[in-house]
């Protein structure tokens, strides 16, 4: 309920907001760090008006005191202040642009999307065979022998789907313009929708509006409220599936044929009151991201102990690869594999629940209020210099790096574990890019043509927009494929 406290907590965090907006001038999309902060504000913030809207509807508050909420809604809002404030400065002056010397050509309008089918396809078909990205456990259920969840594919859609599927998407709005988002977007949600993880959808559609827009493609906002509804339809037809066909329809191993066949029953009961609730309850207790911080702040101050960076230890054994380190798993408690798990255990958390454990509610854990705080300042430096980093100009690399920290900011809820593995695929998928690149110039350096603008490749003796492969319909598609003679400045 909106008690004072939980009012007070709202308009700090609605003051950070402001200095943010403030101090990148309302350039949102291209943002990661300044998108954290939204993230971070909803599972924090917009929360707390959802229960009051809908008491009763969110099992996670049978768990935890309004009281406890109280204070701990105070205390994270103001470590989001910090964040904030710490963020703001580091990137308000200068302002970030890409560099004077950026060439024309560079960004995702170097890669193909031929390459980039090549490397989403068999992700795809992996997760349409319940063999690919599957849906989170609690932490209990994450230390089961499952085989279905093991295996190589299962490891690679998880990490890679979304953000390939995403730069895919990018790459075609920046080559043929915003006529295309809403088809594109559709094709991409329906696609994901066979995984039967909300979030998947959801952040595949922000991260290509991400990287559309650090090339200058932006969408209106009748396209933006289009999109909106589309990716509020896709997410509900998951939450009604599930009411229907139960979660199991998605579980690993479960192939495409019954994945198909449970969606369309969701679909066809989407309009009946079964589904609705089941929708509502889901929008309800799937964003509750204060329960998980506000238990373990209120046992530190009882007789629970901080946990120090014992937790941040594992998380970095963790992430070093199965190949350099096979018995990584195999060799460690659930506790030291799960940051959450073992904050479960110090403090008496249940580890048959599948909490939203957030960046800052793991960060409460380590050494109390003073060290959220601590965190919080760390966090919008690091975040903030990153950022100022990878929008320094518009290499491939650079730009898929900031959309790999899109997506950590968007994994804000999983804690900072998920946040830490996701930094692993983020480099993997640089890396790969910039490769997929290379040889995308070392192919035209051979073929004797020459790419004079983010869309266009010229052979010689042709004259830029004189037709050819790709002439003028390209260059006259959304106003993303003008021929570019010198520096792009999105």
């Given at each position: 309920?909106?008690?004072?406290?939980?009012?007070?907590?709202?308009?700090?965090?609605?003051?950070?907001?402001?200095?943010?907006?403030?101090?990148?001038?309302?350039?949102?999309?291209?943002?990661?760090?300044?998108?954290?902060?939204?993230?971070?504000?909803?599972?924090?913030?917009?929360?707390e008006v959802m229960q009051s809207l809908w008491p009763g509807r969110n099992f996670y508050r049978t768990y935890v005191g309004q009281g406890i909420i109280d204070d701990w809604?105070?205390?994270?809002?103001?470590?989001?202040?910090?964040?904030?404030?710490?963020?703001?400065?580091?990137?308000?002056?200068?302002?970030?642009?890409?560099?004077?010397?950026?060439?024309?050509?560079?960004?995702?309008?170097?890669?193909?999307?031929?390459?980039?089918?090549?490397?989403?396809?068999?992700?795809?078909?992996?997760?349409?065979?319940?063999?690919?990205?599957?849906?989170?456990?609690?932490?209990?259920?994450?230390?089961?022998?499952?085989?279905?969840?093991?295996?190589?594919?299962?490891?690679?859609?998880?990490?890679?789907?979304?953000?390939?599927?995403?730069?895919?998407?990018?790459?075609?709005?920046?080559?043929?313009?915003?006529?295309?988002?809403?088809?594109?977007?559709?094709?991409?949600?329906?696609?994901?929708?066979?995984?039967?993880?909300?979030?998947?959808?959801?952040?595949?559609?922000?991260?290509?509006?991400?990287?559309?827009?650090?090339?200058?493609?932006?969408?209106?906002?009748?396209?933006?409220?289009?999109?909106?509804?589309?990716?509020?339809?896709?997410?509900?037809?998951?939450?009604?599936?599930?009411?229907?066909?139960?979660?199991?329809?998605?579980?690993?191993?479960?192939?495409?044929?019954?994945?198909?066949?449970?969606?369309?029953?969701?679909?066809?009961?989407?309009?009946?009151?079964?589904?609705?609730?089941?929708?509502?309850?889901?929008?309800?207790?799937?964003?509750?991201?204060?329960?998980?911080?506000?238990?373990?702040?209120?046992?530190?101050?009882?007789?629970?102990?901080?946990?120090?960076?014992?937790?941040?230890?594992?998380?970095?054994?963790?992430?070093?690869?199965?190949?350099?380190?096979?018995?990584?798993?195999?060799?460690?408690?659930?506790?030291?594999?799960?940051?959450?798990?073992?904050?479960?255990?110090?403090?008496?958390?249940?580890?048959?629940?599948?909490?939203?454990?957030?960046?800052?509610?793991?960060?409460?854990?380590?050494?109390?209020?003073?060290?959220?705080?601590?965190?919080?300042?760390?966090?919008?430096?690091?975040?903030?210099?990153?950022?100022?980093?990878?929008?320094?100009?518009?290499?491939?690399?650079?730009?898929?790096?900031?959309?790999?920290?899109?997506?950590?900011?968007?994994?804000?809820?999983?804690?900072?574990?998920?946040?830490?593995?996701?930094?692993?695929?983020?480099?993997?998928?640089?890396?790969?890019?910039?490769?997929?690149?290379?040889?995308?110039?070392?192919?035209?350096?051979?073929?004797?043509?020459?790419?004079?603008?983010?869309?266009?490749?010229?052979?010689?003796?042709?004259?830029?927009?004189?037709?050819?492969?790709?002439?003028?319909?390209?260059?006259?598609?959304?106003?993303?494929?003008?021929?570019?003679?010198?520096?792009?400045?999105?």
């Amino acid at each position: 309920m909106l008690t004072v406290s939980v009012a007070i907590g709202l308009a700090i965090q609605a003051t950070s907001v402001v200095v943010v907006h403030l101090a990148i001038r309302g350039d949102w999309m291209r943002r990661p760090g300044a998108l954290m902060l939204l993230v971070a504000v909803l599972f924090h913030g917009v929360t707390e008006v959802m229960q009051s809207l809908w008491p009763g509807r969110n099992f996670y508050r049978t768990y935890v005191g309004q009281g406890i909420i109280d204070d701990w809604v105070l205390l994270v809002s103001v470590a989001m202040a910090v964040y904030a404030c710490t963020y703001a400065v580091v990137v308000r002056q200068p302002r970030v642009r890409p560099t004077s010397h950026a060439k024309p050509e560079s960004g995702l309008a170097e890669l193909r999307l031929p390459w980039l089918l090549l490397l989403a396809a068999p992700l795809l078909v992996a997760t349409w065979q319940g063999k690919g990205a599957v849906q989170p456990l609690a932490p209990v259920n994450a230390g089961a022998d499952i085989p279905e969840r093991g295996g190589v594919l299962v490891d690679l859609a998880g990490e890679f789907l979304v953000p390939v599927m995403a730069i895919l998407g990018a790459v075609v709005l920046v080559r043929w313009g915003t006529r295309w988002l809403l088809p594109v977007l559709v094709a991409q949600s329906a696609l994901l929708a066979m995984a039967g993880t909300r979030a998947m959808i959801v952040f595949a559609a922000v991260l290509t509006l991400v990287g559309a827009a650090l090339h200058g493609v932006r969408p209106s906002r009748k396209q933006l409220a289009m999109l909106v509804v589309m990716v509020a339809a896709f997410t509900a037809l998951i939450s009604s599936t599930r009411a229907v066909a139960g979660r199991e329809a998605f579980d690993a191993g479960q192939g495409g044929g019954d994945r198909l066949e449970a969606l369309i029953d969701g679909a066809g009961t989407l309009h009946t009151a079964k589904s609705r609730e089941a929708i509502l309850d889901d929008v309800v207790y799937r964003f509750d991201g204060n329960v998980f911080g506000a238990q373990v702040y209120d046992s530190l101050r009882g007789s629970g102990q901080p946990v120090g960076l014992t937790t941040v230890g594992n998380n970095l054994a963790m992430l070093v690869p199965s190949v350099l380190a096979p018995n990584k798993v195999g060799g460690r408690s659930l506790e030291q594999r799960s940051e959450e798990a073992y904050i479960d255990e110090a403090h008496g958390l249940s580890q048959h629940v599948d909490w939203l454990p957030t960046i800052l509610g793991t960060g409460v854990a380590y050494y109390g209020r003073v060290g959220l705080i601590l965190v919080a300042l760390l966090l919008g430096l690091g975040v903030g210099f990153t950022e100022r980093f990878v929008l320094g100009s518009r290499s491939t690399a650079r730009v898929v790096l900031t959309i790999g920290l899109g997506q950590c900011a968007l994994l804000y809820g999983s804690g900072p574990q998920t946040v830490i593995t996701t930094l692993r695929m983020v480099v993997a998928i640089a890396v790969l890019m910039f490769l997929v690149a290379w040889l995308t110039r070392r192919r035209a350096a051979k073929d004797g043509s020459e790419l004079v603008g983010p869309l266009q490749w010229v052979a010689p003796g042709q004259r830029p927009g004189s037709g050819g492969r790709h002439g003028d319909r390209r260059a006259r598609a959304g106003g993303a494929g003008r021929v570019v003679t010198g520096p792009v400045t999105p």
